[in-house]
């Protein structure tokens, strides 16, 4: 989450675009909550803008320019994968940028383009 949100130089976890759950401590474990790029993306289908843009391999880009901020696609996202970013008053979604699969100290992340 800290690496995620260093893309934009942040110090906490404030715009983080994904998000580590605990499901019980150690002994239940951990859940990662993060985008995992729907080929049919709710979020995008659900934007009166048109904001999310619906990448050729599955998941979503945001066009901020077009976001109005209307939150419809935070409750859209079945697995909530989609956070706020309170600053800029719209949403944060992963870029798929790899960068916490590169720094996750259990290697539990990856990014891999499934077919």
């Known amino acids: 989450m800290y690496a995620c949100s260093?893309?934009?130089?942040?110090?906490?976890?404030?715009?983080?675009?994904?998000?580590?759950?605990?499901l019980g401590g150690f002994e239940r474990g951990f859940a990662v909550v993060v985008c995992r790029a729907c080929e049919d993306p709710p979020c995008a289908a659900s934007c009166?803008?048109?904001?999310l843009i619906v990448r050729e391999h599955g998941g979503v880009r945001l066009l901020s320019s077009k976001?109005?901020?209307c939150m419809i696609c935070i409750s859209?996202?079945?697995?909530?994968?989609?956070?706020?970013?309170r600053e800029k008053g719209k949403p944060i979604v992963c870029t798929y940028c790899g960068i916490c699969a590169k720094h996750c100290?259990?290697?539990?992340?990856i990014v891999e383009e499934v077919s």
């Open 6 to 22: 260093m893309r934009y130089g942040d110090g906490g976890l404030e715009r983080s675009a994904l998000i580590v759950k605990s």
């Open 48 to 51: 009166p803008e048109g904001a």
């Open 67 to 69: 976001c109005t901020g």
């Open 76 to 85: 859209a996202c079945s697995l909530g994968a989609i956070f706020w970013d």
């Open 105 to 109: 100290p259990h290697n539990v992340l």
